[in-house]
């Protein structure tokens, strides 16, 4: 060259490979598309229990959102998941949501996620949570939820926490769910 | 008082079945029943006897359970708060539970409650630390935030609760938490990397809490989580190859940890593709992953293949993610099509809107494409309304000029029974596809009549602007559209839109199909006039328009129109827009010459092109992220005309760009020879022309106006022309793919200039892909010793390398001046700055390795070598300069972003200066050819 500069090779570490086909925001870029944005980490935004008549049985909510509102979604995902037939899918796109739900006998499970959390395991955070109930009650019925419903919350919490998979073992959880009762039966023998 | 509820009895763990016993008595006497126990309850808490603990508790959950029944509950909220300093586990956990479900920020309260929960964090105590920070995630307002997000770091990491893990997990989410509500409030330091290392804790309940931890927070603070990407990928790759048995408990029908792998995932989306190395290991848990969906499942049970294809799924939203490992993408693409036809609606669902995605990608593009005829079948065959939305979200993602007849036909016989619901989504992307792709635009204008045929109803405004737009814009289609509209208008019921678009293209182009005796004009007119009375008031005022634009077109029917306007029913009409119009145009026909009616009822003119309106709909019905890849809308005219992107009424405006009237059919009837006012009259025309062809007139560019257009390349203020007579000024400021040059014109004399009229003029190469337009007209008279200012707007809509010109005429003393400088808006100055680090610089500079990517130059100095000049200027060209960056500190490297309406392109830059032989050695890499090699050009020029 006519010029002294280094050769590239010794400046720097990383040369130019071939096959390199380029990481996708330069491909992005060069389709005329924004690069993409790194997706939110997921978070489940509530779950919500419900009956066959409609009735609520438990509620979780994940973000501050007013009572008024609340109801208002209550009322609204009661009212499109029972209107679904047996064999549909168990997904649905609601508002900016994903809505993901089954159905346990009497009971509806169902729980709001956003758009790019993974539906398919949500639907196994409800069977792993109507698991830990049936362990814990043995035959898990809508009235057990109903009459134990702090205990219902209890699990819940020890399974899911600010709408994140806090634990997955079923012993790790029931252990815990144990030892808080064995605590209550302990203090109220004090008193 | 439980006994009045409707209640199932059956287990639900017992395969779905029958409904719940239902013994509801009325509503009333619930409520009556719920009030008389309140006022109980109200009453005890009232009393003057002070409650006991327990009694507390007992009547506390009363009022939760009564809350859960769905009644409102306004008090008892101090009685928890007592409970939470109860010693007794079972009152303080009632307590915590009504705060965590009845919380309202009551102010007063909240604070009795921190302070309750630092009492319990303090304890050192594991369950009541755990039910303090399950409220604290529960909660997580602000003010808890304030309180306690500086001291969760603390328990998170702290030694002593080395062996207390549920707290760990439990410290990990609240932090999450707090983080998600207030991130200002949550401090990074040393705890973050230790964090980081709890990805390689012994406990998996840890580990699946702290990954989620680590992913909100590498998403806003990725250098500092950096590490996390080895971490996972190592934990990840242990996960995937172990035994079904290896995890324990946290193997879940037979699939190892599927929570965890997950989150791994997830967090591994956070980043780009890491380095070779753990690049390698992390191809080879992807590729098992795949390989694991082939293998027969361990379990018949739905649980199984559930978990196991969630693992799955995420792992190709990875792929996707990265989308630069072709294999894995048409693996993951094959995969999917496989489940595309499995016999579970979620897999149908989930491969759907997976597809999608990889539609976009180039390197799974045509993979997508094989499997239409099953995406269209699926479109036909499933039951379930959100699969089929997927469906058309499919195809719609897959279109390309290939097989766009297929798709809109597909989507348009869809819509005959589509759903309700959908029906106007699938309007707006047939119309977007149908304009898009279209070769011939009889096509277009076919397929747009048949969506007004099958839909009508849920063709928007947006969508029949559009055509109309296309059609004046485009002379090949004019007769097509008017004959097809024509006939489409035959039908005895047709829909008002139709009847809209009818009109429209009729008034402007039903002279192209009037030598037909089948479409004369009477019969023209006798059909439109037909509808009129089933339309509503737009649509008639629409009608009126078109009525009179036929007294221009047809001079025959001229009477039976005015008959037709003079009477009651339009003339006395109750409705003003229409009785205005009426008399108007009554008025008009009368009164005007042939001339003057030619002239305000001249054709339109073409409409600017813009983003489509329809697009924009569609954006904002379905959010941005999922049209973007369509974006790119044609554009063969560039001037900004006119206003708003809908049709005006008539055409009255005085602009008049006369354009052959295009025969095509061969039916004559020439059009009224259009007298329209010679293009450069007055300075009436608001907005100059500033590509009329006045070329021929101009100067050719003032000597020296090269050497001051280079100085501006780096600058944006100055001096850009001067001569005995005339200064001109410029202040400029350019934001993304918009700038704004303001221009002053200062007469040095002491003599007026007359006639003062500057001209943008853009060459034919730079027309489509630089936009300016000066947006108002100067004074033609310029006194002496004055100056006056002038806005230019610019747009840049693709990269481009000429320069506008300004052209300047006025008359001074009696003799003509004509002056014309190259305006200094050059590519770079729609850079935006990008700041990164040196690997990332280095990755990128990798990535952009095509030799047609990259153009370099070597070249002497023309200026002093000066580092600090050499900084200035890198930074004044618009490009970031990256210190440290270079393992050659001599050297300079920048990195920036040009940002142009259609595409954004990445462009980095090294300079190599050598001192001894007093040269330079320039290289420009960005993804696009043109692009390295004007930058190049530009900034060689500047040293």
């Known amino acids: 060259t006519p010029c002294n500069c280094p050769p590239r090779a010794a400046t720097t570490a990383s040369l130019p490979q071939h096959g390199d086909r380029g990481f996708p925001f330069a491909a992005a870029a060069a389709a005329g598309q924004a690069p993409p944005r790194p997706r939110p980490a997921a978070a489940m935004q509530f779950m919500l229990l419900f009956s066959r008549q409609g009735k609520l049985r438990l509620q979780k909510w994940y973000v501050p959102l007013s009572d008024k509102e609340k109801k208002k979604i209550t009322r609204e995902l009661v009212q499109t998941v029972l209107a679904r037939k047996p064999k549909m899918c168990s997904f649905l796109e609601w508002r900016d949501l994903k809505i993901v739900y089954k159905r346990y006998a009497s009971l509806y499970f169902c729980c709001a996620i956003e758009d790019q959390d993974n539906e398919l395991i949500t639907l196994e955070i409800i069977h792993r949570y109507v698991e830990l109930l049936d362990k814990y009650f043995g035959s898990v019925c809508e009235l057990d939820i109903i009459f134990n419903f702090e205990k219902a919350y209890f699990i819940l919490d020890e399974f899911l926490l600010g709408g994140e998979v806090q634990e997955t073992s079923k012993k790790n959880v029931l252990k815990a769910i144990e030892q808080a009762d064995l605590l209550s039966v302990l203090s109220n023998i004090k008193s | 008082m439980w006994g009045f509820l409707p209640i199932g009895k059956q287990a639900i763990s017992s395969a779905a079945g029958t409904s719940g016993v239902s013994s509801s008595k009325s509503k009333e006497?619930?409520?009556?029943?719920?009030?008389?126990?309140?006022?109980?309850?109200?009453?005890?808490?009232?009393?003057?006897?002070?409650?006991?603990?327990?009694?507390?508790?007992?009547?506390?959950?009363?009022?939760?359970?009564?809350?859960?029944?769905?009644?409102?509950?306004?008090?008892?909220?101090?009685?928890?708060?007592?409970?939470?300093?109860?010693?007794?586990?079972?009152?303080?956990?009632?307590g915590y539970l009504f705060i965590s479900v009845l919380v309202n920020s009551n102010s007063e309260l909240i604070r009795l409650i921190n302070n309750a929960i630092k009492n319990d964090l303090a304890s050192r105590n594991p369950t009541f630390m755990g039910l303090a920070l399950h409220c604290i995630a529960s909660v997580g307002s602000r003010e808890m935030a304030e309180a306690f997000a500086g001291e969760i770091p603390k328990v998170l990491v702290a030694g002593y609760v080395d062996t207390m893990d549920s707290v760990k997990q439990s410290a990990a989410l609240c932090l999450l938490r707090l983080y998600r509500t207030s991130p200002d409030l949550v401090p990074m330091g040393d705890w973050t990397s230790r964090v980081v290392h709890l990805l390689n804790d012994q406990h998996l309940g840890v580990v699946t809490a702290a990954t989620s931890l680590i992913t909100t927070l590498a998403q806003k603070n990725p250098e500092e989580?950096?590490?996390?990407?080895?971490?996972?990928?190592?934990?990840?790759?242990?996960?995937?190859?172990?035994?079904?048995?290896?995890?324990?408990?946290?193997?879940?029908?037979?699939?190892?940890?599927?929570w965890l792998s997950v989150k791994l995932l997830r967090l591994l989306q956070c980043y780009p593709p890491p380095d070779p190395a753990v690049r390698g290991r992390l191809t080879e848990c992807l590729e098992t992953i795949l390989n694991k969906a082939q293998e027969p499942p361990k379990s018949k049970k739905v649980q199984h293949s559930n978990a196991k294809n969630a693992v799955l799924f995420e792992a190709i939203s990875l792929i996707i993610h990265h989308d630069s490992e072709p294999n894995l993408l048409v693996r993951a693409c094959n995969q999917l099509g496989q489940f595309l036809q499995h016999r579970e609606t979620n897999l149908r669902y989930l491969a759907l809107e997976s597809m999608c995605t990889l539609a976009s990608s180039e390197f799974s593009h045509e993979a997508v494409k094989t499997h239409i005829e099953t995406v269209i079948n699926a479109l036909k065959t499933e039951r379930d309304v959100s699969v089929r939305q997927r469906a058309v979200d499919l195809l719609y993602a897959m279109c390309d000029r290939s097989n766009a007849p297929q798709i809109v036909a597909e989507m348009l016989s869809y819509l005959e029974t589509a759903d309700y619901s959908i029906r106007e989504e699938i309007v707006l992307k047939v119309a977007i596809l149908a304009e898009k792709y279209a070769v011939d635009y009889t096509w277009y204008v076919d397929t747009i009549l048949n969506l007004i045929r099958i839909a009508g109803d849920y063709v928007s405004e947006e969508v029949w602007y559009r055509v109309i737009q296309i059609v004046i814009n485009r002379?090949?289609?004019?007769?097509?559209?008017?004959?097809?509209?024509?006939?489409?208008?035959?039908?005895?019921?047709?829909?008002?839109?139709?009847?809209?678009?009818?009109?429209?293209?009729?008034?402007?182009?039903?002279?192209?199909?009037?030598?037909?005796?089948?479409?004369?004009?009477?019969?023209?007119?006798?059909?439109?006039?037909?509808?009129?009375?089933?339309?509503?008031?737009?649509?008639?005022?629409?009608?009126?328009?078109?009525?009179?634009?036929?007294?221009?077109?047809?001079?025959?029917?001229?009477?039976?129109?005015?008959?037709?306007?003079?009477?009651?029913?339009?003339?006395?009409?109750?409705?003003?827009?229409?009785?205005?119009?009426?008399?108007?145009?009554?008025?008009?026909?009368?009164?005007?010459?042939?001339?003057?009616?030619?002239?305000?009822?001249?054709?339109?003119?073409?409409?600017?092109?813009?983003?489509?309106?329809?697009?924009?709909?569609?954006?904002?019905?379905?959010?941005?992220?999922?049209?973007?890849?369509?974006?790119?809308?044609?554009?063969?005219?560039?001037?900004?005309?006119?206003?708003?992107?809908?049709?005006a009424p008539a055409s009255t405006s005085a602009v008049s760009t006369p354009s052959p009237s295009a025969d095509l059919l061969g039916l004559g009837a020439a059009p009224p020879a259009p007298t329209g006012p010679p293009p450069s009259s007055s300075g009436s025309g608001l907005l100059v022309d500033v590509f009329s062809d006045s070329a021929s007139v101009v100067a050719p560019l003032a000597p020296g106006s090269e050497d001051n257009f280079a100085r501006f390349v780096c600058k944006n203020n100055g001096v850009l022309f001067e001569n005995q007579l005339l200064q001109i000024g410029l202040k400029s400021e350019f934001r993304q793919n918009l700038g704004r040059m303001f221009i002053f014109y200062g007469n040095k004399t002491s003599t007026q200039f007359l006639n003062f009229t500057p001209t943008l003029i853009c060459s034919d190469d730079l027309q489509p892909?630089?936009?300016?337009?000066?947006?108002?007209?100067?004074?033609?008279?310029?006194?002496?010793?004055?100056?006056?200012?002038?806005?230019?707007?610019?747009?840049?809509?693709?990269?481009?390398?000429?320069?506008?010109?300004?052209?300047?005429?006025?008359?001074?003393?009696?003799?003509?001046?004509?002056?014309?400088?190259?305006?200094?808006?050059?590519?770079?100055?729609?850079?935006?700055?990008?700041?990164?680090?040196?690997?990332?610089?280095?990755?990128?500079?990798?990535?952009?390795?095509?030799?047609?990517?990259?153009?370099?130059?070597?070249?002497?100095?023309?200026?002093?070598?000066?580092?600090?000049?050499?900084?200035a200027k890198i930074i004044g060209f618009g490009s970031a300069l990256l210190e440290?960056?270079?393992?050659?500190?001599?050297?300079?490297?920048?990195?920036?972003?040009?940002?142009?309406?259609?595409?954004q392109i990445g462009c980095l830059l090294r300079l190599e200066p050598n001192l001894q032989a007093q040269m330079y050695r320039l290289t420009l890499r960005t993804s696009k050819e043109a692009v390295s090699q004007r930058l190049c050009e530009l900034l060689s020029a500047q040293f």
């Open chain 2, 884 to 903: 440290e960056v270079d393992p050659n500190p001599a050297n300079f490297v920048g990195a920036g972003i040009i940002h142009t309406k259609t595409t």
């Open chain 2, 475 to 647: 002379d090949d289609v004019q007769g097509y559209a008017a004959k097809t509209v024509f006939e489409a208008l035959q039908a005895p019921a047709c829909h008002e839109n139709l009847v809209k678009v009818g009109g429209y293209i009729l008034g402007e182009f039903g002279n192209l199909i009037a030598g037909d005796p089948r479409s004369s004009p009477l019969i023209q007119f006798h059909l439109l006039h037909s509808k009129f009375h089933l339309c509503s008031v737009p649509t008639r005022a629409l009608l009126l328009s078109t009525y009179i634009k036929f007294v221009n077109l047809f001079p025959e029917v001229k009477p039976t129109i005015q008959d037709v306007l003079r009477s009651d029913s339009q003339l006395r009409n109750a409705d003003v827009e229409l009785q205005q119009r009426a008399v108007e145009y009554l008025r008009l026909s009368t009164v005007a010459s042939t001339d003057i009616l030619a002239t305000v009822l001249e054709e339109m003119p073409p409409f600017p092109e813009r983003e489509s309106s329809i697009l924009a709909k569609l954006k904002k019905k379905k959010g941005p992220s999922t049209v973007t890849d369509l974006e790119d809308t044609k554009r063969d005219r560039s001037v900004d005309v006119n206003g708003g992107p809908e049709p």
């Open chain 2, 29 to 94: 006497a619930e409520i009556k029943r719920i009030n008389k126990e309140l006022a109980n309850i109200r009453s005890k808490f009232k009393g003057d006897k002070a409650l006991d603990g327990y009694s507390k508790k007992k009547y506390v959950c009363k009022l939760l359970f009564i809350f859960l029944l769905g009644h409102d509950i306004d008090f008892g909220h101090m009685e928890a708060v007592n409970l939470l300093s109860s010693n007794r586990y079972t009152e303080k956990q009632i």
């Open chain 2, 769 to 871: 892909n630089i936009l300016g337009f000066i947006t108002k007209p100067v004074d033609p008279t310029v006194e002496g010793g004055a100056q006056v200012q002038q806005v230019v707007n610019i747009e840049c809509v693709s990269d481009f390398t000429e320069a506008p010109v300004l052209n300047i005429q006025f008359r001074y003393g009696g003799t003509f001046q004509n002056v014309s400088v190259q305006l200094p808006i050059t590519l770079n100055k729609f850079f935006q700055p990008t700041e990164m680090a040196s690997q990332d610089f280095f990755q990128r500079w990798k990535q952009l390795s095509n030799p047609q990517q990259e153009v370099q130059n070597i070249f002497k100095a023309k200026h002093p070598m000066d580092t600090e000049v050499t900084k």
């Open chain 2, 225 to 258: 989580f950096k590490t996390s990407v080895s971490l996972a990928v190592s934990r990840l790759s242990r996960i995937v190859t172990s035994a079904s048995t290896d995890l324990q408990d946290y193997t879940y029908y037979f699939v190892p940890a599927p």
